[in-house]
């Protein structure tokens, strides 16, 4: 990847913005809010039903523009396969009667994994205060989703579910350090690969170039279900793209085939691959993957950059 970089100091200036954090529209690797990539799991209207789906391999879709965002679900191999809970994550705890407000309509199972690792005396406070982190986050009140992630911490350091929702609210309000750090622990602690996405681009934001390609590497080697692997494929294009390699950015995106159902992912990977076809001079190609992207979501963000892009590319 040697070759080339060189050249790619004026297109990193494009793609970024002049504070140097990643632009926030679908091409820049950052998950977005509408699209369910590093969404905290406990907030989600149907998590049992998310967990099993999202990191099992087979999806269930959302509806256009809705899915996969915000990461996806958390905690454990076990919790990802579902198995030995027979549909208990459908339902809120009902075995305890200490919890109050937002922690009262927590999943079952983030309530008896938070349990499991907490004092007895601090279980009920914590989950209240992760249960109000997740509704911040979800109402886009991402400062005070940290804030209350944080008390959380403070009372159950050692729950996964913590440990990722203070990560992706750290996130939405461009902390990439501490976003790093909360979601490299919790994927120690769960083992699972979701979002490493996510820290592809807190690295790529804090110009870690060579932790980028290591991060990259890591998550080729574990894998994960389709939604990981195609955003962790914006995310690692984008960075080629700042770094002037534009041939391996197209390589790696430019799709085989236009599905006539994409998922939210799969349109950031169009958009992608039609930047890295008008960077690379192929205008026609880049305005067949705008014009299919737009058949599915005339909203798409970042098409009047991409336009800009096209009509260079001639």
Do not use: C
Not at 226 to 251: H, Q
């Amino acid at each position: 990847m040697a070759a080339g970089r060189g050249e790619g100091g004026s297109g990193r200036d494009r793609d970024r913005r002049r504070d140097g954090k990643p632009r926030r529209d679908s091409g820049d690797g950052k998950p977005r809010r509408d699209s369910g990539a590093g969404k905290p799991p406990v907030a989600r209207s149907d998590p049992a039903a998310r967990r099993g789906k999202d990191t099992g391999g087979s999806r269930s879709k959302e509806g256009k523009g809705s899915r996969y965002r915000d990461a996806s679900p958390s905690g454990g191999k076990d919790r990802d396969s579902g198995k030995g809970r027979a549909g208990s994550d459908r339902e809120p705890s009902k075995a305890r009667r200490d919890l109050r407000g937002a922690a009262a309509g927590l999943p079952r199972w983030v309530v008896e994994e938070l349990a499991r690792v907490t004092p007895a005396a601090r279980v009920a406070a914590a989950l209240e205060a992760l249960g109000e982190a997740s509704e911040a986050f979800v109402d886009g009140r991402h400062h005070v989703a940290v804030r209350k992630a944080e008390r959380a911490k403070e009372l159950a350091p050692r729950d996964a579910t913590v440990r990722e929702v203070l990560g992706l609210a750290s996130y939405r309000v461009g902390n990439w350090a501490k976003a790093l750090s909360e979601l490299r622990t919790y994927r120690r602690v769960t083992g699972e690969t979701t979002h490493l996405p996510i820290e592809m681009d807190t690295l790529r934001a804090q110009g870690r170039h060579d932790d980028v390609v290591t991060t990259w590497e890591t998550l080729q080697k574990l894998g994960g279900t389709p939604a990981v692997m195609k955003e962790g494929a914006v995310v690692y294009a984008s960075f080629l793209i700042d770094d002037g390699e534009i041939a391996e950015a197209r390589r790696l995106t430019k799709p085989k085939r236009l599905t006539h159902e994409p998922f939210p992912e799969d349109l950031k990977l169009w958009y992608v691959a039609a930047r890295a076809a008008a960077l690379a001079g192929d205008g026609s190609e880049a305005r067949n993957l705008r014009n299919r992207i737009l058949e599915h979501d005339p909203g798409f963000p970042g098409i009047d950059e991409l336009d800009e892009l096209i009509v260079a590319a001639g």
